[in-house]
């Protein structure tokens, strides 16, 4: 077939022949790829992280990728589902590779109607002053506002109305009324930000998975151990954040996770 038939797909077909290596090899490395189907390391992590990303390719305990078995369950008419955590924490290790200073952490947020669990986190830390399993009050967290300024009004006003505003910090959110200001700056902005509000050195962004296919649920946030202004920090990775966000909608949108 002519390279340049209207349906002929060059980049579809480096896909196929990356499968047909990775069958031959069994396992395989960025750069191995990268040297066998001359191609730059770039594109060759860009395909094998797409892989990875929808099932077929996984990573072994040496760093290696390696087939998984939905290619075979394919041709057996089996169509997997993908795991949300399994998609998302791979962001989030990518997004934790440009939020490494002051003990920087990437965090899935899940709402459970009532507080924030920290249901993922990737680090380039050993520390987390909070850690996955854990929650936060909703009202002065960035994953809680996130998700907060984008609930149905009636929601939010039963949650307004059995929630009691604790005081954590001299900076926590301690009002309804406070709290709907900030909720409709999250709104203008687009994005939350935490600033000491529950630890005072803790500052935190965080952007909600937004999908018209399901609830708002979700929300993604970066956080740094700070003493002092927050501007820096926001400049630094409030791009980041969004691209991943982005990136999570598209892959809600597409699986429809609920």
């Avoid at 296919?213 to 630094?236: E, L």
Wanted: charged share 25%; proline share 3%; with cysteine.
């Amino acid at each position: 077939m002519g390279k340049n038939s209207v349906i002929y797909v060059q980049t579809f077909e480096k896909g196929l022949q990356l499968l047909e290596l990775l069958v031959e090899e069994k396992h395989v490395t960025v750069t191995s790829v990268a040297k066998r189907m001359g191609m730059q390391k770039s594109a060759s992590y860009r395909f094998l992280s797409t892989l990875r990303l929808h099932g077929y390719v996984d990573k072994d305990q040496h760093n290696n990728y390696v087939l998984t078995d939905k290619l075979s369950k394919l041709g057996k008419g089996i169509l997997p589902k993908r795991d949300f955590d399994q998609i998302a924490i791979q962001f989030l290790d990518e997004l934790a590779k440009k939020n490494k200073d002051n003990n920087g952490i990437c965090n899935l947020g899940m709402w459970n109607g009532k507080d924030i669990v920290y249901r993922l986190q990737s680090t380039n830390s050993s520390y987390a002053q909070f850690s996955v399993g854990r929650s936060v009050p909703a009202y002065c967290s960035a994953l809680g506002k996130a998700i907060l300024a984008h609930l149905p009004e009636k929601d939010l006003n039963a949650y307004l109305q059995r929630t009691e505003f604790a005081t954590f910090t001299e900076k926590t959110t301690s009002s309804p009324e406070q709290l709907l200001r900030d909720l409709e700056e999250v709104r203008k902005r687009g994005y939350a930000v935490m600033d000491g509000e529950l630890y005072p050195s803790l500052k935190g962004l965080a952007i909600p998975i937004l999908s018209e296919k399901v609830p708002v649920k979700y929300a993604v946030s970066v956080t740094q151990t700070i003493y002092g202004p927050i501007d820096g920090f926001v400049n630094a990775m409030l791009g980041p954040l969004r691209d991943t966000v982005e990136d999570l909608v598209s892959y809600v949108d597409y699986y429809g996770f609920s």
